[in-house]
């Protein structure tokens, strides 16, 4: 019988959409991730975080954005050719990361994957699936419905349709 500590590892084996953010490599879950697409028109919204850069229209769809340098509170950067959105399923709900670059599609089995180090008290690390060491490297594994949060995204949506209907 395995044990609900050995389930959790194998739940986080799989494939993994790799990116970059100053210089660190980050994973997504390929399940979640819908499509990549370059740099577009961001409509920006009024009275959100600074992380939040605006909405997009893709395809008739209107879909937040987030920078997610600034929700890591990373500084700020100039967009470069290799600067793309990441349109991922958080929920119900479809929202663009920025992101440096993408990287690769990598398989990682549950051996490569080890918990998250413990930081301290004052770190949170709940958005963190795990660590994977593929390749000789640290590759920062993330459960992005704990980065985004659904309400978030919702509130986004929401105060667009209230600006629009001003």
């Known amino acids: ?54 909405v997009i229209n893709l395809r ?28 991922v399923d958080v929920g119900r709900i479809e929202m663009g990361i920025m992101v440096d670059k993408v990287s690769e599609v990598l398989d990682i089995g549950a051996a490569e994957i080890e918990d998250t180090p413990s930081f301290g008290l004052d770190v949170d690390t709940e958005f963190i699936l795990g660590m994977g060491k593929t390749n000789g490297k640290v590759t920062i594994l993330l459960d992005i419905t704990r980065v985004l949060s659904g309400s978030e995204a919702a509130g986004v949506v929401e105060q667009v349709q209230n600006e629009t209907d001003q």
């Open 1 to 54: 019988m395995a044990t609900k500590e050995a389930v959790h590892v194998r739940e986080r084996a799989g494939k993994y959409l790799t990116f970059f953010l100053a210089e660190e490599e980050y994973g997504l879950e390929i399940l979640r991730v819908r499509e990549i697409i370059g740099m577009m028109d961001i409509t920006a919204v009024p009275r959100t975080p600074e992380h939040v850069k605006g």
């Open 60 to 87: 008739g769809k209107v879909i937040p954005v987030i920078d997610l340098r600034l929700k890591f509170s990373m500084p700020s950067v100039e967009q470069t050719e290799q600067t793309c959105i990441i349109v």
